[in-house]
T-cell receptor
Framework: RKEVEQDPGPFNVPEGATVAFNCTYS??????FFWYRQDCRKEPKLLMS???SGNEDGRFTAQLNRASQYISLLIRDSKLSDSATYLC????????????FGSGTRLSIRP | GAVVSQHPSRVICKSGTSVKIECRSL??????MFWYRQFPKQSLMLMAT?????????EQGVEKDKFLINHASLTLSTLTVTSAHPEDSSFYIC?????????????????FGPGTRLLVL
């Protein structure tokens, strides 16, 4: 089993739709969780951190479920510019911990 | 936010030559940097962890003698692809770890360099 698993997609949704991604992780001691966004032929960019209490940033909401070991990302009112690959990232525990990337979920927003 | 730069952004070289890629943290000190490789339509694969002042830690399957890493200062790590071959052609990305204030104290996060596209002919 992979340490971090994501549905690769692609998700193809119309503009304005709500779309949700899930990501599962295998190490129950994992400490930090993030969603990154990667555009084609570009480096990943931090989208948001994921806290146990959940967090929201505009149209984006991230949730963490430690009991079930998954994190989620919800995008509301999707825009064409949201088209990208979304990477789930898990780290920890410990300051020297590895960063584990999911394989990414491709999202394509159509007009 | 924190900025990480990479140089060069793109390099084309002949088979057998060595290529050096630099990764710099511009506004913070990074005791730990990471080197990744990404082939087309694939995920980032961690190659090695670069530790300032000590030897790098390589992932399984990554040849340390082929991918030389030097982390001589808190803001600079270099990756040298020695005797590059066409199969080494890839997108190489570095990242540096920083600490950000979060809801429960400081939380580490990664900032990525813009990447270096290597094409070996």
């Amino acid at each position: 089993r992979k340490e971090v698993e994501q549905d690769p997609g692609p998700f193809n949704v119309p503009e304005g739709a709500t779309v949700a991604f899930n990501c599962t992780y295998s190490n129950s001691a994992s400490q930090s969780f993030f969603w990154y966004r990667q555009d084609c032929r570009k480096e990943p960019k931090l989208l948001m951190s994921v806290y146990s209490s959940g967090n929201e940033d505009g149209r984006f909401t991230a949730q963490l479920n430690r009991a079930s070991q998954y994190i989620s990302l919800l995008i509301r009112d999707s825009k064409l510019s949201d088209s990208a690959t979304y990477l789930c990232v898990v780290t920890g525990p410990g300051s020297a911990s590895k960063i584990i990337f999911g394989s990414g979920t491709r999202l394509s927003i159509r007009p | 936010g924190a900025v990480v730069s990479q140089h060069p952004s793109r390099v084309i070289c002949k088979s057998g030559t060595s290529v050096k890629i630099e990764c710099r943290s511009l506004d913070f000190q990074a005791t730990t940097m990471f080197w990744y490789r990404q082939f087309p339509k694939q995920s980032l694969m961690l190659m090695a962890t670069s530790n300032e002042g000590s030897k790098a830690t390589y992932e399984q399957g990554v040849e340390k003698d082929k991918f030389l890493i030097n982390h001589a200062s808190l803001t600079l790590s270099t990756l040298t692809v020695t005797s590059a071959h066409p199969e080494d052609s890839s997108f190489y990305i570095c990242s540096a770890r920083d600490l950000l204030p979060g809801l429960a104290g400081f939380q580490e996060t990664q900032y990525f360099g813009p990447g270096t596209r290597l094409l070996v002919l």
